[in-house]
């Protein structure tokens, strides 16, 4: 599973162009944002929510985790969908991805152990925060350096071998998904509902910082709605797979890893298509 992954995240660099980081100097302020968006101000969130709501500590372990993860991918799509920015959207992507391979661990680790029962279980599965590192980076970093080479030298094999790896990534994506449901299947039936609605809120804070973050630096509309969705928009195929790899399959993680990945679908979908039937020089509140 972690050469397929490796594959998938090779797939999704076939389409970003070194070009795409001269967002990065010629627009920072958006870009910055959309990082601090990513990897503060969600894991803050999901922090306070665990605190308040108490919930199982493997599923609140799976919050933290999914919250650590850089952003899906398919946000650049949901992004250029709902009238985003799509460069901006593709820029966020690959520099999180980067970011991820230091940030994703530590997140984990930091924001899990400040709460008691999430830090019970991380000190008794006692991880090795480089060994997670070493794995994000083979995960994450070597493929999106390929990929990116390809895109930069073989323009014209890039993009049709990407088509190609949109449908497989799904398709990998779909199995992750299925396999930590029939490997918790009593658990997913006794409390599916329990966790519909807690992905349901996480999701909704997600978006709902992200959309508030970008307002708050007073970024325009179309930067407003690339930072909602890639804060909404999380790869929860990697943190099914780190689930998998450090933490055995945890039920809880699993399950609410693998609810938000289909989840994060249907609501990212959903507002992409309602901003959509907006103007974005005419929006006044979305």
Sequence with gaps: MNIVLALVMFGIALEI??????????????????????????????????????????????????????????????????????????????????????ITPFNLEFWGSLYGPTSNILSSVAIEPLEMVKLVALLLGVPLVLGMGMNHWKPVLAFRMAKFFKVFSLAFFIFLVFLALFNNIAIFLEYVLYIFWLVLLHNLLAFLSGYGMAKAFDLDNQNTRSITIETGIQNSGLGLLLIFTFFDGLGGMAILAAFWGIWHMVSGLLLATFWNFRSVKGERLA
């Design 17 to 102: 162009s070194i070009k795409d980081f001269r967002q990065l100097w010629m627009r920072p302020k958006p870009v910055f944002v959309g990082v601090a968006s990513q990897f503060f101000l969600l894991p803050l969130i999901t922090f306070v929510l665990v605190y308040i709501l108490k919930p199982y500590p493997s599923v609140a372990l799976g919050m933290f985790m999914v919250a650590a993860c850089p952003g899906g991918n398919i946000s650049n799509y949901i992004t250029h969908l709902g009238g985003g920015n799509t460069a901006l959207s593709v820029c966020l992507t690959a520099i999180a991805t980067l970011l991820a391979i230091i």
